[in-house]
């Protein structure tokens, strides 16, 4: 299957990427996810290794089941307001 | 029915305000967020405000509609605004309206520290020296729930 992965603000300059797709093997989870962004390079193993994800616009556990087409967002600290 | 909004464009604070108030209500409280100089005791020249909109939106109108049903304030407004803001500039606006004011008080905060818990939005800070940062965030919950205590107690 084949997710989209998504970077906002301090994570989009870490990995200098505002998105990318990722292919996994079924049955992969977001924490799967997290292992192959962070095993492509320096940049990306820059991200933290439990990052807050959002999966399909809604924050998920890092032990969430993804799906072929998901769009999994990395998200920062949050400082809205 | 609350209303919710993320925006590029300036905010219009009186546009909020009309959209509540009613002859039931006989408070009307307005909170605007303006952008500060200063920050840590270091001067601040401006803000950048960077979100993921469309989950943004996502979540605002969910803060909105949590905290019109605990407080009982249906006549709810809010709107977050997005992109590079001078100081002075209001980068979010809370309108709310009750019979009596504790309502509109406690749904007014609750809103705002929700805002300030779970909306994904992020905000760069630039100073009148030195490089601009990232301003130090709070970790959103991972099931995106409210928090228990949020908003200071009931009315």
Known sequence: ?????????????????????????????????????????????????KPAVAVNLEYAPTDAGLRDGDEVAFIPPVAGG | MPYAEITSEPLEPAGLRARV????????????GT????????????????????????????IAEEAS?????????????????EIGEVSVVVAVSSPHRAEAY?????????????????????YVEGAPRWVRGTVPPADGSPAPDSGAGDP
């Open chain 1, 1 to 49: 299957m084949r997710v989209q992965a998504r970077f906002f603000a301090a994570y989009r300059e870490l990995t200098g990427a505002s998105h990318t797709e990722v292919d996994l093997p079924e049955g992969a989870t977001v924490a799967d996810l997290i292992d192959a962004l962070r095993a492509r390079g320096p940049s990306f193993a820059a991200l933290p290794p």
């Open chain 2, 69 to 85: 049903e605990r407080f009982s304030t249906p006549n709810l407004a809010v709107a977050h605004r997005l992109g590079a803001l």
């Open chain 2, 21 to 32: 108030g009613s002859r039931e209500d006989g408070a009307v409280l307005l909170f605007l």
């Open chain 2, 35 to 62: 952008v500060r100089n200063h920050a840590d005791g270091r001067s601040v020249s401006g803000m950048q405000y960077e979100g993921y909109e469309e989950m943004a939106l996502e979540v605002l109108r969910r």
């Open chain 2, 106 to 126: 406690g749904a007014s905060r609750y809103v705002m520290e929700e805002i300030k818990r779970r909306l994904p939005v992020w905000k760069k800070e630039f």
